[in-house]
């Protein structure tokens, strides 16, 4: 005959998982806005919008600590095993990364604080909101495959971390070009290609979203099964 008492202990450890799950869904779509936002008003140099970003991210950092004070609390009391020990540890290296992907959304904000006018060509702020578009596709597919544990979906986002990486550097020879065709054009496209980086490293926070979730479903390092041929990303 079952315990309810057990039966309870075990309920409520589901909702503890169930909640971290949620919790890091909850701050996923934190960031996500944060770094929309950030790209607006970068692209509109609206100034009040950027200030209401860059402030907006303690909101960001308050939930990674939150986190963090859950999952270590639920190692502590719970003393979890295998899958249940493989969830917590994620849920702690994506949360993790989520923080920093809101840091930077944080210095798109303060950057666009320095850029006084849209001097530069349109075409290279609209460069700098392709990139952000890319990147906050690849962090949104990350998160997903962290919720589904879908490891299919975790290894397409590192397959497609390379045009994160080709439109940056794309950009980065665009905005040479531009600086050295007008010097007064160097100071605008300094901040935009410091913008741009940012957003590359956004995308690099992703495939480390990626790389937790292929951990939390199959147990295995993505980039060392990558390396031993038992997965592929071509």
Sequence with gaps: MANPDNEHIVTSYEDELTSLTRAISEM?????VAITNATQALVRVDHELAKQTANSDKRVDDMQRMIDEQAVSMIARRQPMAGDLRHIVSAIH????????GDIAKNLARRTLHIDSQRVSKQLYNGVRHMSDLSLQQVKRALDAFTARDSKIAIDVCRRDDEVDSLYISLFREFLTYMMEDPRNITDC????FCAKNLERAGDHATNIAEAAYYLETGGNL?????SGKVSLG
């Design 28 to 32: 996923g779509g934190m960031v996500e």
């Design 223 to 227: 980039y060392n099964d990558i390396e």
């Design 94 to 101: 994506v949360a993790n990364d989520l923080e920093r992907i």
């Design 190 to 193: 300094t901040h935009l290609l």
